[in-house]
């Protein structure tokens, strides 16, 4: 199956410093990319949806001035987590689609900020 | 407001039985169905998914039922294996056409050998 890489796998940051988290798709042209977050034990959560070239839409309630997104090409997107802090802790999830029946996820980025 | 609700945080079935994990909407709009594992510090991997215009899909161990009216689907694993043990997620998608998933609270599944 189609493949889509996350790097890192694992941060820890400082609060108040900003992180990057890229999301690649190694074999398929990802015409959307979405972004997901997940805290323990709870669902994951669609934070923000972005076509190639083009701005990212945000979920009531995901500050776009802090969670900056870019998609610059189709097998590349970027998740920036800028002044980070404890409580953006999380586990972040990118997934790539080129249709419906073609969605497929990253293995996930931990971020810790302490 | 959980669109998507898995109501079973966790269950536990012997091996070579049956696993039924089900799953509950609330949103009309929503016409496509999936079904994911996830493992620990992983992403989420595709099982099967349905389509509102079905009641059942079926792909080698594991089927799907929806139940449109009642607003309802499971998943059905059998026999269940222990390499089956991990959360599974139910994901919706409305007609929009815009890919966007709401994903259940996930179960937690353990298969005991």
């Known amino acids: 199956g189609a493949v889509v890489s996350q790097h890192p796998s694992w941060v820890i940051c400082k609060s108040g410093t900003s992180v990057k988290i890229e999301c690649r798709s190694l074999d398929f042209q990802a015409t959307t990319m979405f972004w997901y977050r997940q805290f323990p034990k709870q669902s994951l959560m669609l934070m923000a949806t972005s076509n190639e070239g083009s701005k990212a839409t945000y979920e009531q309630g995901v500050e776009k001035d802090k969670f900056l997104i870019n998609h610059a090409s189709l097998t590349l997107s970027t998740l920036t987590v800028t002044s980070a802090h404890p409580e953006d802790s999380s586990f972040y999830i990118c997934s790539g689609t080129s249709g419906r029946n073609r969605r497929f996820f990253g293995p996930g980025t931990r971020l810790t900020v302490l | 407001d959980q669109q998507v609700k898995q109501n079973s945080p966790s269950l536990s079935v012997q091996e070579g039985r049956i696993s039924i994990l089900n799953c509950d909407y609330t949103n009309s709009m929503f016409d496509y169905f999936l079904w994911y594992k996830k493992y620990p510090a992983e992403g989420p991997t595709f099982l099967i998914s349905i389509s509102s215009i079905k009641d059942k899909n079926e792909d080698g161990r594991f089927t799907v039922f929806l139940n449109k009216s009642a607003k309802h689907l499971s998943l059905h694993i059998v026999p269940s294996q222990p390499g089956d043990s991990a959360v599974y997620f139910c994901?919706?998608?409305?007609?929009?056409?815009?890919?966007?998933?709401?994903f259940g609270t996930g179960t937690r599944l353990t298969i005991i050998p």
């Open positions: 994901a919706a998608s409305e007609l929009s056409g815009n890919e966007k998933l709401t």
